[in-house]
Nanobody
């Protein structure tokens, strides 16, 4: 079992930046894919970014070039650095982990989830 705890959400004006963090209760980074997803009331939980055990990253088209996913295996922490935020980025952001090294796009493939952290971007 893995517990994931996110932090770093908040409110920011358009064009601003935020960094989200996700602390895992044990090492998941060396063997499993980890990622960030986001959800709004009107949409499903969509992939934002993922990082495989070998460090290969993947991003949704909407955040490519603005968001960066990274990890610190020593600290069991996953990060999402977000720049040039827009109101369309407003959502609850979730940290996720799965046992396999492959990083699927669908949320149902992930075994473990954090409680979510709200990001609100005002225009």
């Amino acid at each position: 079992q893995v517990q994931l705890v996110e932090s770093g959400g908040g409110s920011v004006q358009a064009g601003g930046s935020l960094r989200l963090s996700c602390v895992a209760s044990r090492d998941t980074f060396s063997t499993g894919c980890m990622g960030w997803f986001r959800q709004t009331p009107a949409k499903d939980r969509d992939r934002v970014a993922t990082i495989a055990p070998n460090g290969i990253t993947g991003y949704a088209d909407s955040v490519e070039g603005r968001f960066t996913i990274s990890k610190s295996a020593a600290n069991h922490t996953l990060y999402l650095q977000m720049h040039s935020l827009s109101p369309e980025d407003t959502a609850i952001y979730y940290c996720a982990a799965r046992s396999g090294a492959y990083c699927p796009l669908v949320s149902s493939a992930y075994n473990y989830w954090g409680q979510g952290t709200q990001v609100t971007v005002s225009s």
